[in-house]
């Protein structure tokens, strides 16, 4: 078990006139290895509920347990926490600051305190993974173009090897393409490492393609926690809260109070192709 | 006469070393054409690094042309007189609204633009007003704009940007940090503004989604126009898209899926309701 989340509240600026809780007694339980989308409106407290996992912000009330240990307990580790809590942030291409592509990957593992041999190995690994050519570790990674900077980025989080991944909008700006291929990536490597991802995003089509479960945050609680398909059949509720399913699961909803009897659950194009392709066999 | 006209436009960016030796040139507009008529809305799509920012940059006059020429409203954007003027006439909206946002509420922000060219007090509070209730943004005027959501922030620049009264405004990627509902509240703010005060629209995206309803569309690639045409046009040409690095919206994509696999559907299928009806005519026709 990765995350058991017990009763957790958060209130910023606690005490005083601007007080507001952004989480109101969250319970979440994550299992290794799962693959999880965190969806909301801007204010949902999705953001607040990442921070928590890697101890950058702490509960006002509640427990969390990483790995069977309380997190909050006076002898744990928070530098252990982190380092196996990777955080990609929003345009994390902001954060990168050392003069080569290549040292700013090192800096993550560098700092773990890994003999220098290891931290060299790891940021080839990682600068390999995210699909880097070579001939750009030496250069700046300010020459870098916009979606080459933010693999540079997600490869330094990834050098550290961490067993839970966490990405806030992880493609935010990217073009069609861009947004393709670092999603792409990202499921690869969950399937290679088996590591557990966290995917935090605006773009339903997006979370609908990758993720086993989704998490929909709504004014500090959970409102739906569950697999796409069980998910984005409450289109309409989502849609008071801000958020919205695929166009494809529109469709298909469409499709049936007009009174063609196809399979409402498609969440993806091909999905929706196959229940449309079936529906048509069966008019037969 | 269209509002702005771009005839063999280059922009090159001139990187140069610690000495101010030339180290390399980057062409990242490449003989560009383009003609946008007044009162269209027209979108401009394109993969990261293609140009459409620069180009962007150019229709107000923070770049200027290193060759060709760029006419905003019969004004030539090379002459230097003419910066002011093209700047009134066209506005500019960017990605990230906290960057665009200074003063501490919703109207000041709002105003600031008119006063700093010198519109009288009075006209400025008309102006302001006009703004405000043309994005449905009046009744948060005496907010402040830290309390406001992504959407409403940059429903506020566009106020901003319309206190100017400009004929044009472009804006670059207006929606890429919006949850869904701020990226519809904008788009239908922007629609507005073209239907009901006739503002001629340049919307770069790379929401496919918000292409749809666009009058024309150009699709920039290394510097040039590659593709331009009505949304159904460029959307009919999925491969040639892809590309380009670009997309369809979903559901054009699953109508080409559904051509691949054998059903007799047409090209560039945009909406939901299209699609179905064409499903429902395909399954009466047997």
Known sequence: MAFILDKVSYRYSEGTAYEMTALDQVSLQIQDGEFIGVIGHTGSGKSTLIQHLNGLLKATEGAIYFNGQDIYDKDYDLRDLRTQVGMVFQYPEHQLFEETVFKDVCFGPKNQGLPEKDVTLRAYEALRSVGLPDKYFDVSPFELSGGQKRRAAIAGVLAMKPSVLILDEPTAGLDPRGRDEILDLIAEMHVHYGNTVILVSHSMEDVAKYVDRIIVMDHGHVMFDDVPREVFHHYRELEEIGLAAPQVTYLMHEMQERGLDVNCDATTVDEARDAILQWIGNQR | ?286
Not at chain 2, 71 to 94: K, L
Not at chain 2, 260 to 276: C, H, N, S, V
Request: glycine residues 8%; hydrophobic residues 40%; contains cysteine.
């Open chain 2, 1 to 286: 006469m269209g509002i702005i006209e771009a005839k063999n436009l280059v922009h090159e960016y001139i990187i140069r070393d610690e000495e101010g030796n030339v180290e390399s040139i980057q062409t990242a507009l490449d003989h560009m054409d383009l003609k946008v008529e007044p009162g269209q809305f027209i979108a401009v799509l394109g993969h990261n690094g293609s140009g459409k920012s620069t180009f962007a940059k150019h229709i107000n006059a923070l770049l200027t042309p290193t060759e060709g020429t760029l006419i905003v409203d019969g004004m030539d954007a090379s002459d230097e007189d003419n910066t002011y003027a093209i700047r009134q006439t066209a506005g500019m909206v960017f990605q990230n609204p906290d960057n665009q946002i200074i003063a501490s509420v919703v109207q000041e922000d709002v105003g600031f633009g008119p006063e700093n060219i010198g519109v009288p007090t009075d006209e400025i509070w008309e102006r302001v007003e006009r703004s405000l209730k043309s994005v449905g943004m009046w009744k948060y005027r005496e907010h402040s704009p830290n309390k406001l959501s992504g959407g409403q922030k940059q429903r506020v620049a566009i106020a901003g940007v319309m206190a100017m009264e400009p004929k044009c405004i472009i804006l670059d990627e207006p929606t890429a940090m919006l949850d869904p509902d701020g990226r519809k509240e904008v788009l239908a703010a922007v629609h507005t503004l073209n239907r009901e005060k006739g503002v001629t629209i340049i919307l770069i995206t790379h929401y496919m989604e918000e292409v749809v309803d666009a009058d024309y569309v150009y699709v920039m690639d290394q510097g040039k126009v590659v593709m331009e045409g009505n949304p159904r046009g460029i959307f009919s040409q999925v491969d040639t898209l892809q590309e380009h690095r670009l997309d369809v919206p979903q559901i054009t994509l699953l109508a080409h899926e559904l051509q691949r696999a054998g059903l007799p559907l047409a090209d560039g299928i945009l909406t939901r309701e299209e699609l179905i009806d064409a499903l429902e005519r395909i399954v009466k026709g047997r």
